[in-house]
T-cell receptor, first 114, second 113 residues
Framework: KAGVTQTPRYLIKTRGQQVTLSCSPISGHRSVSWYQQTPGQGLQFLFE???????NKGNFPGRFSGRQFSNSRSEMNVSTLELGDSALYLC?????????????FGPGTRLTVT | AQSVSQHNHHVILSEAASLELGCNYS??????LFWYVQYPGQHLQLLLKYFSGDPLVKGIKGFEAEFIKSKFSFNLRKPSVQWSDTAEYFCAIGHNNFNKFYFGSGTKLNVKP
């Protein structure tokens, strides 16, 4: 079974631009979560989607948004990029909602904002 | 607010040394507890998890963790580390009421051969 895939793997953007990241979950998984990983901060929860609906949201500004499609694939969008948005963005999929299901992580998209 | 604390940010050990990484969380309700590992250049992967029952849980690669409810702790241990254990380790709690995961800031383990 293929793992979680994320595209692109690396991105370099300029302040003020916007970016869209994509995540394809493991086949059969319906929940997709997004995290921002920065050195010293660990993983910060962005949001979770299940059956095309956002079920949970972390403490990030409205510039961060996402969506999920009927095939469970998910996209994350960041508008008006700031230098502080430079990070590794991780996507994780799980079978269902709830914290009892193991999360499977993708390799991440490394975003650099200059 | 819920939080997960990993007090050791960087640990350096020699091979065969024993390992204990601390993890404390601040929440009094029901949580599920996890340790994840990120080897250099690889994805985050689950080491072990605790939901209920025996507070001593065993995971992959000889790792184990003990849940001490009174101390809100879930420390990770390994009796004898190997060079291949060099990685970053993350503690996480799954908050049942809010269906959210909270991760610690991670501990980088460097095992010297």
């Amino acid at each position: 079974k293929a793992g979680v895939t994320q595209t692109p793997r690396y991105l370099i953007k300029t302040r003020g631009q916007q970016v869209t990241l994509s995540c394809s979950p493991i086949s059969g998984h319906r929940s997709v979560s997004w995290y921002q990983q920065t050195p010293g901060q660990g993983l910060q929860f962005l949001f979770e989607y299940f059956s095309e609906t956002q079920r949970n949201k972390g403490n990030f500004p409205g510039r961060f948004s996402g969506r999920q499609f009927s095939n469970s694939r998910s996209e994350m969008n960041v508008s008006t990029l700031e230098l502080g948005d430079s990070a590794l963005y991780l996507c994780a999929s799980s079978l269902g909602l709830g914290t009892a299901d193991e999360q499977y992580f993708g390799p991440g998209t490394r975003l650099t904002v200059t | 607010a819920q939080s997960v604390s990993q007090h050791n940010h960087h640990v350096i050990l020699s091979e065969a040394a024993s390992l204990e990484l601390g993890c404390n969380y601040s929440y009094g309700g029901t949580v599920n507890l996890f340790w994840y590992v990120q080897y250099p250049g690889q994805h985050l992967q689950l080491l072990l998890k605790y939901f209920s029952g025996d507070p001593l849980v065993k995971g992959i690669k000889g790792f184990e963790a003990e849940f001490i409810k009174s101390k809100f702790s879930f420390n990770l241990r390994k009796p004898s580390v190997q060079w291949s254990d060099t990685a970053e380790y993350f503690c996480a709690i799954g908050h049942n009421n809010f269906n959210k995961f909270y991760f610690g800031s991670g501990t980088k383990l460097n095992v010297k051969p």
